[in-house]
C-alpha cells in the first residue's frame, strides 16, 4: 500500500488520504453528505434541522465547498419565495460506500 505515497516539491507527503480529508474533512460535510445521500435531495432549512448545532454561516461555506468540488449539485428555482435545492452529484455518489463503513464502524465501536 505505500508504494502510492508520493512527495511534492517541498518534501512534503503527499496521500490519497489526505487528498479526501482536503475535501470532505472537518465536522460537517460527511454528515451533510449523508444526509443528501440517503435521505434525498435537501432544501437548505431541511438540513439546518438535521444538522443541529450547526450556525447559518457554517452551513454556508460548508454547501459551498461541497459545491465547489462538485460533490453536490445546488439547483435554484426562481420563484417567490426562492427556492435552493441540493442533490448528490455522480462524483459526491461516490462516497457512498465509504459512508457506510464509516457508518458500520461507528456503531461497532461507538455502542
Not at 512534503?12 to 489526505?18: G, R, Y
Not at 434525498?40 to 450547526?54: D, E, S
Request: hydrophobic content about 35%.
Amino acid at each position: 500500500m505505500t508504494e502510492n505515497i508520493e512527495v511534492d516539491e517541498h518534501g512534503k507527503l503527499k496521500c490519497s488520504i489526505e487528498y479526501t480529508l482536503n475535501k470532505v474533512g472537518g465536522k460537517w460535510k460527511l454528515i451533510i453528505l449523508w444526509h443528501i445521500i440517503f435521505d434525498g435531495t435537501q432544501r437548505y432549512n431541511a438540513l439546518r434541522r438535521l444538522l443541529p448545532g450547526i450556525t447559518h454561516k457554517m452551513l454556508s461555506q460548508q454547501l459551498k465547498e461541497l459545491e465547489q468540488e462538485g460533490l453536490i449539485i445546488r439547483t435554484q428555482y426562481n420563484e417567490m419565495p426562492p427556492k435552493v435545492e441540493y442533490a448528490i452529484s455522480e462524483k459526491g455518489l461516490t462516497l457512498k460506500p465509504l459512508l457506510e463503513e464509516m457508518h458500520k464502524w461507528g456503531r461497532e465501536q461507538g455502542e
